[in-house]
DNA sequence: AAGCGCAATGCACATATGTGCACGGCGTAG
DNA sequence: CTACGCCGTGCACATATGTGCATTGCGCTT
């Protein structure tokens, strides 16, 4: 066993989930197969499963006529993965529940040789603690924004965040270990001279897939950066007056999706809406009708290319 | 129900398989949220895989070293899909196991806006038999050969081939009512001037997919080409002294496959092998011992780029 | 060589899922 | 208006699957 230390049980595995996924054998016949017992033949699917072998996903045929994805494909040209929630239930489980999808979404998303950029935060740290493992080669994960601010470094936040995707694709995990926002753009404008920060903003300029949740003041659950001691008073007073409706990894926006002329980005640590905007796949995902004005904003804005939601907020979306 | 006849089936099955495969949540659950019966929920699921609403893929991790998919892929440059079949299987179910996993790997490969071309023969017939439904728009199927020959017009047996595969994919399907073999090349000539024939000859052109089994004259089961009249003593005589080891819808080829100065292609109504390698993919179908020389001259001449193959034919493959 | 600990295995039971059958609604033909 | 027949549904039962627990085998330590 120390050849193969596992490699035996994964080709197993494999065997197993071709057997059962494949030619619908029953888990009994593949025991008698695999010369083992049905029990073992569960477990062996369960960690396939777990595992990534088996990919499991689930399609809207693009026919399903005024469909709420394809209403909000055509109004905003984008891709919505609507989750089903019954209305009925609690923000804190909904928000769950769309994050246990988003993290099944995205599987198929990313692949070996790939960089994905991911955001912090509420939604974030969701959909991290439901990722399910796919082994992936020359990956890497790279954080979009600083997580440390005047009280906390933030890095046990921020970097189990980042650690939880790394270790479910198997990829390399690279920090952004900056402040969220600088209180002098200046110490920005220096710090974004120095070689360690660049290469990081150089794999920032080159991932694949950017994923991210937003951020709104105006939030029943306020999103991490409002309360996490991120911005003083004067901070949001200066939000407000440059009419801002909410952010994508600290970066703020206002409702026409415009973000030229808001001071605090500059202080920002976050990739602007218009590097962002080069990632050919954006993933945003939402859950909240309160979360709808800094939805529509960033729609405006365009930042992303997908868009995973709850069903209510989707249907608020193109309803209202 | 009238005016979404099965729409909302349609759209409970998604919703169901959304919360089952990505939520986790029981039958028993959905039903709940489905305001309906446990019984109704497991319908509708089975209603959901079956109609290829949800899509379960087996990936072999690329870093299992010296699989034998990885043997194959170094050897022969092509992507191996290798079936585990138990050595014991008898060479009938082992054919209808090939072609069920078959069935499924190609599911993934098909979509919208494609166009698939597919041979005939048993190994195409016990594919189609498996085929599981996967909706597509503005797609087709196109028969790459013809299927009559002097004692009947062969259609009863090819068209539903052709039809299954329709009606699986839901794809406009393209038959070719021509001979499998002219008796005189110089009428092949003159009806591929057709603008009937040319027509489709123009579709099997810009196909995006190629199906195709390996004829063999040696082989256990013997390639219903062989068997079903299509050729006669002279014909056979003539292909053993041309030194051919198999062919490909109706196209013959050498060990070393070179397919040239065979005087029965001529008179073949499939495309020509070097026509076929210009399609982007090409899957070929193969199981049993039996067709392994067939297997090397049709790897030799490169005309698949995906082999889908039993584990014990794969194994002599690489071993021998 | 005996003891220890870890991980894998199978058993037996608990759950979850699949399915034949009978019932009831609804549209249609008579 | 009634009879007929076709779904769609849920019930109850049959199967299939998941899992805690005790056991076993194996490698390593003492």
Same mark, same amino acid.
């Given at each position: 066993?120390?050849?193969?230390?596992?490699?035996?049980?994964?080709?197993?595995?494999?065997?197993?989930?071709?057997?059962?996924?494949?030619?619908?054998?029953?888990?009994?016949?593949?025991?008698?197969?695999?010369?083992?017992?049905?029990?073992?033949?569960?477990?062996?699917?369960?960690?396939?499963?777990?595992?990534?072998?088996?990919?499991?996903?689930?399609?809207?045929?693009?026919?399903?006529? %005024?469909? #709420?994805?394809? &209403?909000?494909?055509?109004? *905003? =040209?984008?891709?919505?993965?609507?989750? $089903? /929630? @019954?209305?009925?239930?609690?923000?804190?489980?909904?928000?769950?529940?769309?994050?246990?999808?988003?993290?099944?979404?995205?599987?198929?998303?990313?692949?070996?040789?790939?960089?994905?950029?991911?955001?912090?935060?509420?939604?974030?740290?969701?959909?991290?603690?439901?990722?399910?493992?796919?082994?992936?080669?020359?990956?890497?994960?790279?954080?979009?924004?600083?997580?440390?601010?005047?009280?906390?470094?933030?890095?046990?936040?921020? %970097?189990? #965040?980042?650690? &939880?995707?790394?270790?479910? *694709? =198997?990829?390399?995990?690279?920090?952004? $270990? /900056? @402040?969220?926002?600088?209180?002098?753009?200046?110490?920005?404008?220096?710090?974004?001279?120095?070689?360690?920060?660049?290469?990081?903003?150089?794999?920032?300029?080159?991932?694949?897939?950017?994923?991210?949740?937003?951020?709104?003041?105006?939030?029943?659950?306020?999103?991490?950066?409002?309360?996490?001691?991120?911005?003083?008073?004067?901070?949001?007073?200066?939000?407000?007056?440059?009419?801002?409706?909410?952010?994508?990894?600290?970066?703020?926006?206002?409702?026409?999706?415009?973000?030229?002329?808001?001071?605090?980005?500059?202080?920002?640590?976050?990739?602007?809406?218009?590097?962002?905007?080069?990632?050919?796949?954006?993933?945003?995902?939402?859950?909240?009708?309160?979360?709808?004005?800094?939805?529509?904003?960033?729609?405006?804005?365009?930042?992303?290319?997908?868009?995973?939601?709850?069903?209510?907020?989707?249907?608020?979306?193109?309803?209202?």
């Amino acid at each position: 066993m120390a050849e193969t230390p596992g490699g035996d049980k994964v080709r197993d595995a494999l065997r197993a989930a071709h057997l059962y996924y494949l030619q619908d054998l029953t888990m009994e016949a593949i025991a008698s197969e695999l010369h083992t017992s049905r029990s073992s033949v569960s477990r062996l699917l369960g960690f396939a499963r777990d595992t990534g072998l088996v990919e499991i996903q689930v399609k809207s045929p693009a026919d399903r006529v %005024s469909s #709420i994805q394809d &209403r909000i494909k055509e109004r *905003f =040209g984008i891709t919505a993965h609507v989750v $089903p /929630v @019954p209305d009925s239930t609690a923000e804190v489980d909904r928000l769950e529940r769309v994050a246990m999808s988003a993290a099944r979404i995205l599987g198929p998303f990313f692949d070996s040789n790939m960089t994905m950029g991911i955001a912090w935060g509420s939604t974030l740290s969701a959909v991290s603690r439901h990722l399910q493992e796919k082994v992936t080669h020359n990956s890497q994960i790279v954080q979009l924004n600083g997580a440390s601010n005047a009280r906390t470094t933030g890095i046990g936040y921020a %970097s189990e #965040i980042m650690s &939880r995707f790394g270790t479910a *694709f =198997g990829a390399y995990v690279q920090q952004f $270990p /900056v @402040p969220a926002f600088f209180d002098d753009p200046r110490t920005k404008e220096v710090l974004w001279r120095e070689r360690s920060i660049r290469r990081v903003l150089e794999i920032q300029k080159h991932m694949d897939i950017a994923l991210f949740g937003l951020g709104s003041a105006y939030a029943d659950v306020p999103s991490h950066v409002y309360v996490g001691g991120y911005l003083d008073d004067d901070d949001f007073q200066a939000l407000t007056h440059s009419d801002v409706v909410g952010d994508v990894a600290t970066v703020f926006y206002r409702a026409d999706g415009s973000s030229d002329d808001i001071p605090m980005n500059a202080r920002s640590s976050g990739p602007s809406l218009s590097l962002l905007s080069k990632v050919s796949r954006r993933v945003c995902v939402v859950s909240g009708r309160s979360k709808l004005p800094a939805l529509r904003g960033a729609l405006a804005a365009g930042v992303m290319t997908d868009l995973i939601i709850d069903e209510a907020t989707a249907h608020s979306l193109v309803e209202g």
